[in-house]
């Protein structure tokens, strides 16, 4: 499972590293980083609850 984040989208609130810490990191100048960019299967429910919770709909998978 790939993630795919909308960078244009994303308004860095933090929400999906809340979520899933493992795995999206919100930087100090508030861009936001991919830790892992193969979400291994026992992050996969974080992962979902990550794109679910985001309010702009960035996060998807592939
Ligand atoms: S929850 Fe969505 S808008 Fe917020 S930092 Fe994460 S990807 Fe960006």
Same mark, same amino acid.
């Given at each position: 499972? !790939?993630?795919?984040? +909308?960078?244009?989208?994303? #308004? =860095?609130? =933090? $929400?999906c590293? !809340?979520a899933a810490? @493992?795995?999206?990191?919100? #930087?100090?100048?508030? *861009? $936001? *980083?991919?830790?892992? +960019?193969?979400? &291994? +299967? +026992?992050?996969? @429910? !974080?992962a979902q609850e990550a794109a679910r919770l985001c &309010?702009?709909q960035a996060i998807s998978y #592939?």
């Amino acid at each position: 499972m !790939k993630v795919v984040v +909308d960078y244009d989208l994303c #308004e =860095a609130n =933090a $929400l999906c590293m !809340k979520a899933a810490p @493992e795995i999206f990191r919100v #930087e100090d100048d508030d *861009t $936001l *980083t991919v830790l892992i +960019d193969n979400v &291994p +299967d +026992d992050l996969k @429910e !974080k992962a979902q609850e990550a794109a679910r919770l985001c &309010p702009r709909q960035a996060i998807s998978y #592939e």
